[in-house]
């Protein structure tokens, strides 16, 4: 009875059902999939087939741009699956997103516990889980979301273990993980230089110099193996080539309609494509790149209003796309949901309101941790710089799935700052008796 009474049992039992619910609906509903699938499940196939990163159709006029567009781990993990268009196997995938989850959710106890120790609430975890709908969508669907989201989550678990214990196996830890993040979604490929900077700032010292200098070979080696990669298969030396997909359609875009109007942006970005769709792919992409700057410097104040309005996004933005795309199979950007039922529109849009309010309340909690004096200054470092990592380098495209890979470091922060008001409060409440 004990058992059943306690935090850890109720917080366990409710976040395996609510995983559940999801994984029903996935099954009923059948929508596994977004534009970005496809690219995946190709590169699941090419693997197999002849073990190229190629997540495009191989049979048709080759993309350069698809060689390098997506890291291979999420796409070895499909092969390993067998999953293909067919989808044959999704429901095995799911099974193992739904345990990497749950994975992920444990080892964010453990984060909180080298803060709080054993004796601490469990339930304050799921208050930010039953806003973050996002976390179960994902994981029930054909995207690397849910397994990037458990990498960032190790590479923060292992620095806070060294910083507690100082012992250098976990700066290899958190390196690998670092790495292998990388391999799975290239926007953490800008990180190691946030790291190493961190790293001078607030753990450099005699005893431990050299060998942890040596640990930032690790994902360093593999920004430098991606890069070569890339200009042996596309002539360009980058990491990948999604982020110039980004820039120019959308964080240009909404530069561009911010400064003049949508018409005029769209205009503008397609006569652009159209101009250099038929040059050689390195100066394409040379072409792409210039236009882009030249957007981003003739327009600042655009560009940092975008950036802005895409921070806010990341930390406050409602998941309407994540739960219509997962529960309709599409998302209509122009025209909300519509239902027969009063109660349910009232209840869908009211539980979107709830989501944002919370997220800005878990923002809050974040810049609470961040500023605790009683918290080492070298660990609330490390936190904030990948929070703001992703925060920033997300840019205007930034919305609540964008949130997902470091939302787990978010609800333990959160954990740690609600549990330690509530002591607070009681013992304020003690004395004044």
Request: include cysteine.
């Given at each position: 009875?004990?058992?059943i009474?306690?935090?850890k049992f109720?917080f366990?039992?409710?976040?395996i059902l609510?995983h559940?619910?999801?994984?029903?609906?996935?099954?009923?509903?059948k929508n596994?999939?977004t534009?970005?699938s496809s690219?995946?499940?190709?590169q699941?196939?090419n693997l197999s087939?002849n073990?190229s990163?190629?997540?495009g159709?191989l049979?048709?006029e080759?993309?350069?741009?698809?060689?390098?567009q997506?890291?291979?781990?999420y796409?070895?993990?499909?092969?390993?699956?067998?999953?293909?268009?067919g989808?044959g196997n999704?429901?095995?995938?799911?099974?193992?997103?739904i345990?990497?989850?749950?994975?992920?959710?444990?080892i964010a106890?453990?984060f909180?516990k080298l803060?709080?120790?054993?004796?601490?609430?469990?339930?304050?975890?799921?208050?930010?889980?039953?806003?973050?709908?996002?976390?179960f969508?994902?994981?029930?669907?054909v995207?690397?979301?849910i397994l990037?989201?458990l990498f960032?989550l190790?590479a923060?678990y292992?620095?806070?273990?060294l910083?507690?214990?100082?012992?250098?196996?976990?700066?290899w830890?958190s390196?690998?993980?670092?790495?292998?993040?990388?391999?799975?979604k290239?926007?953490m490929?800008l990180?190691?230089?946030?790291a190493?900077?961190s790293?001078l700032i607030h753990?450099?010292?005699?005893?431990?110099?050299?060998?942890a200098?040596?640990?930032?070979v690790?994902?360093?080696?593999?920004?430098a193996?991606?890069?070569n990669y890339?200009h042996?298969?596309?002539?360009?030396?980058?990491?990948?080539?999604?982020?110039?997909?980004?820039m120019?359609?959308?964080?240009?875009?909404?530069i561009?309609?911010d400064?003049?109007?949508?018409?005029e942006?769209?205009?503008t970005i397609?006569?652009?494509q159209s101009s250099?769709?038929?040059?050689p792919y390195p100066?394409?992409c040379?072409?792409i790149d210039?236009?882009n700057?030249?957007v981003?410097?003739?327009?600042?104040k655009s560009?940092i209003k975008?950036?802005l309005?895409?921070?806010f996004?990341f930390?406050?933005?409602?998941?309407r796309w994540?739960v219509?795309k997962?529960?309709?199979?599409?998302v209509n950007?122009g025209k909300?949901?519509q239902s027969e039922?009063?109660?349910?529109?009232?209840?869908?849009?009211?539980y979107?309101i709830?989501?944002?309010?919370?997220?800005?309340?878990?923002?809050i909690?974040?810049?609470?941790?961040?500023f605790?004096?009683h918290?080492s200054y070298?660990?609330r470092?490390?936190?904030?710089s990948?929070i703001?990592?992703f925060?920033?380098?997300?840019?205007p495209s930034?919305?609540?799935?964008f949130r997902?890979p470091?939302?787990?470091?978010?609800m333990?922060?959160?954990?740690i700052v609600?549990?330690?008001?509530v002591?607070k409060?009681?013992?304020?409440?003690?004395?004044?008796e």
């Amino acid at each position: 009875m004990k058992m059943i009474k306690s935090s850890k049992f109720w917080f366990w039992s409710i976040l395996i059902l609510m995983h559940l619910a999801f994984f029903g609906v996935a099954l009923h509903q059948k929508n596994f999939t977004t534009k970005d699938s496809s690219e995946y499940i190709w590169q699941a196939q090419n693997l197999s087939a002849n073990g190229s990163w190629y997540c495009g159709d191989l049979s048709q006029e080759i993309n350069p741009a698809l060689y390098n567009q997506r890291p291979p781990v999420y796409g070895a993990f499909l092969s390993l699956l067998h999953i293909d268009a067919g989808l044959g196997n999704v429901f095995v995938l799911l099974l193992l997103q739904i345990g990497i989850s749950l994975l992920t959710t444990f080892i964010a106890v453990q984060f909180v516990k080298l803060f709080l120790g054993e004796e601490w609430n469990r339930m304050w975890l799921l208050i930010p889980l039953l806003f973050f709908p996002s976390q179960f969508v994902y994981c029930n669907m054909v995207m690397s979301e849910i397994l990037l989201q458990l990498f960032v989550l190790l590479a923060i678990y292992f620095i806070a273990r060294l910083i507690k214990y100082s012992q250098m196996k976990d700066l290899w830890w958190s390196q690998w993980s670092v790495a292998i993040a990388m391999a799975i979604k290239p926007v953490m490929w800008l990180f190691p230089m946030v790291a190493v900077v961190s790293f001078l700032i607030h753990f450099f010292n005699k005893k431990v110099k050299l060998i942890a200098l040596i640990t930032f070979v690790i994902p360093f080696s593999t920004i430098a193996f991606f890069f070569n990669y890339s200009h042996a298969h596309t002539g360009i030396w980058e990491f990948s080539s999604i982020q110039r997909k980004l820039m120019i359609n959308y964080n240009s875009y909404a530069i561009l309609k911010d400064a003049f109007n949508e018409e005029e942006a769209t205009k503008t970005i397609s006569e652009f494509q159209s101009s250099v769709a038929n040059l050689p792919y390195p100066e394409k992409c040379k072409q792409i790149d210039a236009f882009n700057r030249e957007v981003l410097f003739n327009h600042p104040k655009s560009a940092i209003k975008q950036e802005l309005t895409g921070i806010f996004n990341f930390f406050a933005g409602h998941p309407r796309w994540d739960v219509e795309k997962f529960y309709l199979g599409e998302v209509n950007v122009g025209k909300p949901y519509q239902s027969e039922s009063r109660l349910a529109m009232f209840s869908y849009y009211a539980y979107l309101i709830a989501c944002s309010i919370m997220g800005l309340i878990v923002l809050i909690a974040f810049v609470k941790f961040i500023f605790s004096r009683h918290i080492s200054y070298s660990l609330r470092g490390c936190v904030a710089s990948i929070i703001i990592y992703f925060a920033i380098v997300t840019g205007p495209s930034a919305s609540t799935r964008f949130r997902l890979p470091v939302f787990p470091v978010l609800m333990a922060t959160f954990c740690i700052v609600a549990n330690e008001y509530v002591i607070k409060r009681k013992a304020a409440a003690t004395y004044s008796e």
